[in-house]
């Protein structure tokens, strides 16, 4: 698979998929379905490591899906973010468990933004290999680097502080860690498992995605990226974990109308489907179009972030404004097609709905991107007499 | 399947084209004479037709150096004829000397178009229309009352579906024609709208013949033909603009930035989701247009046509909130001038107050939500009153 993808032109046009992409959506939707069905997804959610490290290191290893936009000369098999993209869409319609939003969607671009040296390169194979995973504890501001949030500091080789509600720390091998020096910021790599490391596990509402408090005192620690690179790194980063969890929410969106839509078809009330009934259909057919439209958006992105077609944090902020949204919308309405039978625990609508809570949340709210948003577009508009033209009161 | 050659043919014929007939100097109709004459008018018609029988792709590229060189934009001069009758003609019609004769004046725009399909009767359920089709040699006699035809003053021809059955159930005792808006017993007469202009028209049809040389299709296949004219209604109607922040929107974003004081927080949060949505759905047509295979418009052109139509009225909806008491007032409600037609723009409040017509005209919303639900993803449809039952026997009202 990932040879296949190697070999791909370095950039195809938006919104066309390659031969290559579909295969590769083919493979990972299998891997998905042996190893993430809704019996595995419980299992694991309910586990004291919530997920399994063999199939983890298979996904990297076996199927090479981790990190499929890192460069070849970083270990990576160097195919384009559209590629990522596609297998975290897949891992999104299942919410497949493990460590994804740490270490794929943040950690693993923030090392490829990282200038090239033994700590980083090392990490950086583990992660796309599988065989380690990492959380990233930097606190955003509505997914944007906040230097003002930073709440660790750092010494030559240590760092020390707290960082409140890291996703994925609790069993991360790896911890990134933005710290404060009297030079400035930088990014670190600390070991987790390492003495002056504290990691204390949150009931998260979304079993599927973990957070733990992490306490760094006197933490050994390793240099990633110092004062003149780390924003650039960890900006990079949270952009890129922007489109991919704008990705994930697409695909879960996607997995959703699917069921609510077989759901409508199969369930039998006063002697009819119920999705015969306008007020269920037109319900889906509005389902349908926001998951379009955070669909376009997301990988709007996702090209825009691999070619540079378009202001990353603008694309970023439309995408991640609009999929919260919809993902959001349409878990809600999920549950409201389905009935009674919807909100039991039995039924799957519940892990999807709390996920979509969680994705919302995580790097920037719907609100918060569209405040941005209206940073960038608004207060820049230009005022055109005739689109503006009002009239007066006084006969044409 | 189109190739490389054919992707160089194309540009090389629309340059020439501009070259022989200069856009800036020669009448429009003889430089879209030339247009249809080249194979430029609609690139996936078979050659003679206006066409060149090549992906209907390339005529993205055939237009943008026709239209680049100062050429008109047909499908505004003539959108009945561009948009609906010339797909129609072209597949319906029982004669290659007949669809030539009806094309090649429509696409110069001499001949104007126009759609005789609503009824007063017949909105939403279009296939229970009334007007009557009754055969009388070669020709047919046509009695009915039509409404909502834009353009009918101006037209010289209707795409008409009328009842040629009435023992049949609804949709199998129709018969489509192609209507001369000038022959004896038509009558148009100005419909005036709630903006006070008059766009559209009445056209009321009494004794009006028509020679049987000039229906399209089969003999009660009417409804079968006029899918075709919907669903490319449907297309022209979802199709934007592809720049950022462009097409309505941008009337919005021009009333903000020109209007500092009359700016609030929670305004500044709408108008970000309307511009929110309209980038979205231009992205989402981007995306379709790059994945659209060789054929006609399908059913995910509803999702442009409906989302656009909301949002039309949900932005003029903001300027009125905008401007508070200012936008209260309106510059005239006289019926001459530029206002029989319809000056499709006019100030803000008349935009805002034509904006309602766009969740029901081409399809109302809500039929276009049964289309997305059924045709896109296969829902059941819904139970049908008259399913199966003789026309005539319909309870009507």
């Known amino acids: 698979m990932a040879e296949k993808l190697a070999n791909q032109p370095a950039h195809s046009a938006e919104f066309r998929f390659t031969e290559e992409q579909q295969q590769l959506r083919t493979a990972v939707r299998k891997f998905c379905a042996d190893n993430f069905d809704e019996q595995a ?5 309910e586990s004291e490591v919530p997920f399994d490290a063999k199939v983890w290191h298979r996904l990297g290893s076996e199927l090479g899906v981790l990190g499929l936009s890192v460069p070849e000369a970083d270990g990576g098999v160097g195919g384009s973010l559209v590629d990522q993209a596609v297998a975290v869409e897949e891992f999104g319609a299942t ?37 380690k995973t990492a959380a990233f504890a930097v606190a955003d501001k509505a997914g944007a680097f906040d230097p003002s949030a930073v709440t660790v500091t750092a010494t030559d080789d240590t760092v020390t502080g707290t960082v409140a509600r890291v996703v994925d720390a609790g069993a991360a091998d790896e911890i990134l860690v933005a710290a404060t020096t009297s030079a400035g910021i930088g990014l670190y790599a600390v070991d ?51 489109a991919l969890l704008a990705v994930e929410q697409v695909g879960a969106a996607q997995h959703l109308l699917d069921l609510s839509v077989d759901y ?10 119920i999705g015969s009934f306008q007020a269920i259909k037109h319900k889906l057919a509005d389902m349908l179009v926001d998951l379009e439209h955070a669909r376009s958006t997301a990988y709007h992105a996702v090209w825009a972030l691999g070619d540079a077609s378009d202001d990353p944090a603008l694309a970023a902020s439309i995408a991640q404004a609009t999929a919260s949204a919809a993902f959001s919308r349409i878990a809600a309405d999920t549950i409201q097609v389905h009935g009674g039978i919807g909100f039991t625990w039995e039924h799957q609508a519940h892990l999807y709905f709390k996920r979509a809570a969680t994705d919302a949340a995580l790097l920037g709210t719907a609100e918060e991107h569209r405040s941005r948003v209206a940073d960038m577009v608004l207060d820049t508009a230009v005022a055109d007499a005739d689109a503006a033209r009002v009239a007066t009161g006084f006969p044409a | 399947m189109s190739t490389v050659a054919d992707a160089d043919r194309v540009p090389d014929l629309a340059r020439q084209v501009v070259a022989d007939h ?49 050429g008109p934009v047909p499908l ?5 004829g561009y948009g609906m009758a010339a797909p129609t003609v072209r597949e319906h019609a029982q004669s290659d000397d007949l669809k030539k004769e009806l094309l090649r004046p429509l696409a110069t725009t001499e001949h104007i178009w126009c759609q005789l399909f609503s009824e007063p009767g017949a909105g939403s359920d279009v296939a229970g229309l009334a007007t009557s089709a009754v055969q009388d040699g070669d020709d047919w006699v046509i009695n009915g009352q039509k409404v909502w035809t834009s353009l009918a003053h101006r037209a010289r021809w209707g795409l008409l579906l009328a009842r040629s059955n009435p023992d049949a159930p609804k949709h199998k005792g129709l018969t489509y024609f192609v209507l001369d808006m000038h022959a004896p017993g038509v009558e148009t007469r100005p419909l005036r709208q709630l903006t006070g202009q008059a766009e559209f028209n009445e056209v009321y049809i009494t004794d009006a013949r028509i020679p049987d040389t000039h229906r399209l299709g089969a003999i009660g296949d009417g409804w079968r033909v006029a899918m075709t004219t919907l669903m490319n209604e449907r297309s022209a109607l979802g199709a934007s603009g592809s720049r950022r922040g462009g097409g309505t929107i941008s009337d919005a974003t021009s009333l903000w930035a020109s209007r500092p004081d009359l700016q609030t927080l929670v305004l500044r949060d709408r108008l970000t989701q309307l511009w929110l949505k309209s980038e979205a759905q231009r992205l ?13 418009p399908g059913p995910e052109g509803s999702i442009g046509k409906m989302v656009g139509a909301e949002l039309n009225q949900h932005i003029y909806e903001w300027c009125m909130d905008f401007l508070g008491p200012e936008g209260i007032l309106y510059h005239s409600y006289a019926i001459h001038g530029a206002n029989r037609e319809g000056d499709w723009r006019g100030p803000i409040q008349q935009r805002f107050l034509r904006s309602r017509a766009n969740t029901i005209e081409g399809g109302t919303s809500e039929v276009m939500r049964n289309i997305l639900g059924e045709r896109v993803l296969g829902l059941p449809g819904d139970l049908r009153a008259d399913s199966g039952m003789p026309w005539k026997e319909i309870p009507r009202g």
């Open chain 1, 41 to 45: 997804v419980r299992r694991l959610m």
């Open chain 1, 95 to 131: 919410l497949a468990c493990g460590p994804l939003f740490g270490t794929v969607f943040l950690a693993i671009p923030a090392l490829v933004a990282c200038p090239a040296g033994p700590a980083r390169d090392e990490l950086l194979a583990e992660l796309v290999e599988g065989t």
């Open chain 1, 192 to 242: 987790a498992t390492a003495s002056g490391v504290t990691r204390t596990p949150l009931v998260t509402m979304d079993l599927t995605r973990p957070q733990a408090i992490v306490e760094f005192a006197d933490a050994p620690a390793r240099l990633l990226a110092g004062p003149q690179e780390a924003e650039r790194v960890i900006t990079h980063a949270l952009q890129v974990g922007s």
């Open chain 1, 264 to 273: 409508a078809k199969s369930r039998l009330q006063f002697g009819r489907q």
């Open chain 2, 22 to 70: 200069d856009p800036k100097k020669v009448p429009i109709p003889e430089f879209l004479g030339a247009c249809y004459d080249a194979g430029l008018s609609w690139i996936h018609f078979p050659e003679g037709l206006g066409g060149l029988g090549l992906s209907r792709g390339l005529q993205a590229v055939a237009d943008g150096i026709l239209q680049g060189a100062g």
């Open chain 2, 76 to 80: 505004g001069l003539n959108p009945m």
């Open chain 2, 284 to 296: 989402t047509s981007e995306r379709s247009r790059a994945s659209a295979t060789v054929g006609g």
